[in-house]
């Protein structure tokens, strides 16, 4: 039996588990290690979820998502199951401040990087609260539009089944901060898109092709082992294609084109 150790979450402390695959271990250090960072600051995060931008309404919304329609949440409060918006909120303020790119696996490591970089959590807070109220307040607003159309109609089932994917219960404490920057982006597409009604089956085949093959695997690999989608560039790249099909004047992160996309996904394992 091979063992790889984690430093897990255990609510008012940190413990430390074997687990049985690197990619379980290493999700639930990133759990733990944001844990010990909260148990560190506390004065810092009480400050952080007072004062940060805040909206009752985006708040009320965010509790009320609905579950991931693909993976589950019975991996643990950390791996997926949304606990709250203001706890979802800290988790990805602290994750973006300290744990993010980083690997921390001794103490002097972590006692380095907590000192390093503890000066710009509020400027992060403020920034990140900022960009998850717009992003709530899109969500909110082509959710209204979507009642306007039938839900069978092929458009509005697109973007909702877009829309299950990206915007969920938990999607706050699982999206890389880069990519939640995103976000707004990939909404302001969609409401591009109804705006224009933009229902062409050519695009929907070309987008659905990437995006079927994606969450299948995906599927695939969650009965073997824990996954978060949102660390797999290629589910990004497949947003980033919505773009360039349906709202090309918004401008893509990166060149996207099928080319590219066939190319990223024989890369991709």
């Known amino acids: 039996f091979i063992g790889f150790p984690a430093i897990i979450d ?11 695959t690197e990619q379980k271990a290493s999700l639930q250090h990133q759990a733990g290690l944001i844990r010990l960072f909260q148990l560190q600051l506390r004065k810092e995060c009480t ?3 007072k004062n940060m931008p805040q909206s009752a309404t985006a708040e009320l919304t965010y509790n009320r998502l609905p579950k991931h329609p693909i993976i589950s949440t019975s991996t643990g409060k950390n791996l997926g199951a949304s606990a709250s918006y203001k706890e979802d909120m800290l988790y990805l303020i602290l994750y973006s401040a300290f744990v993010e790119g980083r690997t921390l696996r001794t103490q002097q490591a972590f006692e380095q990087c907590l000192q390093q970089n503890k000066s710009g959590l509020i400027s992060t807070a403020n920034e990140a609260g900022k960009i998850a109220l717009e992003i709530m307040a899109l969500y909110g607003t082509i959710k209204t539009q979507l009642k306007h ?6 458009l509005a089932k697109d973007i909702n089944d877009q829309l299950d994917l990206l915007i969920y219960a938990g999607f706050i404490r699982n999206t890389p901060y880069q990519q939640l920057k995103a976000i707004p982006r990939y909404l302001k597409a969609i409401q591009y898109r109804l705006d224009k009604f933009d229902n062409n089956p050519l695009k929907i085949q070309e987008v659905s092709r990437y995006s079927t093959r994606f969450w ?6 969650e009965k073997k082992d824990t996954v978060i989608p949102e ?12 773009v360039s099909l349906f709202a090309q004047q918004l401008k893509t ?17």
């Open 253 to 269: 992160a990166y060149p996207v084109s099928a080319k590219r996309m066939d190319k990223a996904w024989d890369e991709r394992d």
């Open 10 to 20: 255990e609510g008012d402390a940190v413990g430390v588990r074997i687990f049985d």
């Open 231 to 242: 660390q797999d560039p290629f589910r990004w790249a497949i947003e980033e294609f919505r």
């Open 47 to 49: 400050y952080i979820i």
């Open 216 to 221: 299948k695997d995906i599927e695939k690999k």
């Open 149 to 154: 159309l039938n839900a069978n109609d092929p």
